[in-house]
């Protein structure tokens, strides 16, 4: 059974903007890019909304909806009370181009500084091997859909916009856990991770855990286990009293 429901949608560009109130048609099992499709098709056909699969894995559809960081193919209107209304507006981390859409290209720059794996020179790609738990920990990694939600809440660049230089985010930094676990990668990361990419500043609230969609575990799998790691190198005395023996 269909309802009108009350929506408000921040619009605007760069310049400024403001939330808009619409009253549009709900269907049953409709999500909320749903009707901002028929908001587009009959009320308001300038609206700019990113997306591309509406099926939750390109992660291009991401806003916020009632100050939550979602997809919104994947936000149910049975969610919320009928009565309700739904306010839609973009991630607050990126600069807004407009309407829902961001400049999410902070996130392509990071991604640029990550060094990329670094197999053992004497093995040629076919002679790989791995152990499965090692396959299943790069997996749950690899499921990320680049949606950009952890970074868009992660409160040390969006409460701060000058860290952005030194941080690179949950995603980068789980990005850089990996390939440290990696068995078949060579490269030492902790030190990068820490000094280069901002590990430092994440103090593990597990909001990005919270937000993302495809249910990675990003604080307990990844930057806790780079943060132990980082610890180990730095500051455990045996650690450092080998790296002083080694060395001589």
Known sequence: MGYRAAFRIWRG?????????????????????????????TQAPDLAVRWNCKAGKCGSCSAEVDGRPRLTCMTRMSLFDPDATVTVTPMRTFPIIRD???????NYRKAREIPAFAPPPDLAPGEYRMQQVDVQRSQE???????????????????????KEAFAGPRYLMRIA???????????????????????????????????????????????????????????????????????
């Open 141 to 163: 990694f690899r499921k990320c859909i680049e949606c950009y939600l952890c970074q868009n809440v992660c409160h040390v660049v969006r409460d701060h916009e000058e860290n």
């Open 100 to 106: 829902l859409v961001t400049d999410v290209s902070f």
């Open 178 to 248: 990996e390939l440290e676990m990696h068995p078949l990668d060579v490269a030492d990361r902790r030190d990068v991770a820490q000094d280069e990419h901002g590990l430092g500043m994440c103090n593990i609230t597990k909001c990005c855990t919270e937000v993302c969609p495809e249910n990675i575990h990003i604080t307990d799998n990844a930057l806790i286990p780079m943060k132990e790691r980082v610890a180990g190198r730095r500051y455990d005395p045996i650690v450092w009293l080998g790296n002083k023996l080694f060395r001589r």
């Open 13 to 41: 560009d760069a310049d400024g903007g403001q939330l808009r109130d619409y009253t549009v048609e709900v269907n049953e099992g409709e999500v909320v890019l749903d009707i901002l499709h028929r908001l587009q098709a």
